[in-house]
């Protein structure tokens, strides 16, 4: 029988490519984000390359009941859910503390923490009558370190970090692995171009190292899901090889591609 994977934030990015890989490897999908057109052609592009099947579901995380009635009205067989990826999430904005825009502060807690949460709460009673199942979030490096003018950015992905350790607590007993990846600058997103509010100058901050790519990211992703289940991979930490810290960058050129 081919394995669930439900996947949040998979219109672009990290999720996108999570979401092909996993299609790839013959499991199933629900993809979910706000950008309903992006949905269909994503499950019609990967149904027909790889003769899976996939849910869409077009909802905003940051509404609590948006989050539940998307999961309560999944058909039965999209209920079974092996894996959850939490990945839905965003940087707004680049400013010290005093200066920093405060839509911008609640749209990043009310997504990357909030929004995290309400999915989770929908998804993990499934996992705990079934008495397994798995949760990756997706964390970064903003999760361990603090950079300057990241602040809110960085205290969600805090958050996020300490959320994961608090729901292994919570699960680990219901047969339910609880882990994260955590990682740096990654391109082929639209994460620069989000934080910058579609200044395509400002997002221009690949141009001079080799990042991480989304697909490296789904990748990890992908070997915390293989693992036999007696194994529960906690976190991985990735930074492309021209990446140091979250400050440390070798911006002397693309090295690598
Ligand atoms: P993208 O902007 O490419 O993808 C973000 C995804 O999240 C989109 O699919 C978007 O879908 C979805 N999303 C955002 N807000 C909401 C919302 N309110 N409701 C539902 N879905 C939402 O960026 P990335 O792929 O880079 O980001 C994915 C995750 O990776 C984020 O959690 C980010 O913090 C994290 N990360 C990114 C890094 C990077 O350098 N790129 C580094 C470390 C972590 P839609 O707009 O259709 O709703």
Not at 69 to 96: M, Y
Not at 174 to 188: D, K, L, N
Not at 205 to 226: K, R
């Amino acid at each position: 029988m081919k394995r669930l994977a439900y996947i949040t934030g998979a219109t672009s990015g990290i999720g996108h490519a999570t979401a092909e890989k996993f299609a790839r490897e013959g499991w199933n999908l629900v993809i979910t984000g706000r950008r309903a057109n992006r949905l269909s052609s994503i499950k019609e592009d990967l149904e027909s390359q790889y003769g899976i099947r996939i849910h869409i579901s077009e909802y905003d995380v940051r509404s609590p009941e948006a989050c539940s009635e998307a999961v309560n009205k999944l058909p039965s067989e999209f209920k079974a859910i092996d894996l959850l990826v939490n990945n839905a999430g965003l940087a707004r904005g680049l400013a010290p503390v005093q200066t920093g825009d405060v839509s911008d502060w609640e749209e990043m807690i009310d997504t990357n923490v909030k929004g995290l949460l309400y999915v989770t709460k929908a998804i993990a009673p499934l996992m705990i009558k079934r008495g397994e199942g798995q949760i990756i979030n997706v964390c970064s490096t903003a999760g361990k370190e603090v950079y300057p003018m990241g602040n809110v950015y960085c205290a969600t992905k805090h958050a996020v970090d300490a959320l994961t350790k608090g729901m292994r607590l919570d699960l680990h007993t219901h047969g339910i692995r609880v882990g994260q990846v955590s990682p740096a600058h990654v391109e082929e997103t639209e994460f620069a171009k989000v934080r910058f509010h579609g200044d395509e100058e400002r997002s221009k901050i690949y141009d001079d190292f080799t990042p991480l790519s989304s697909p490296d990211v789904a990748d990890a992703i992908y070997y915390m899901a293989q693992c036999p289940r007696h194994v529960n991979v906690q976190d991985i930490l990735l930074m492309g090889t021209q990446q140091a810290s979250s400050t440390q960058v070798d911006r002397s050129g693309r090295k690598y591609k």
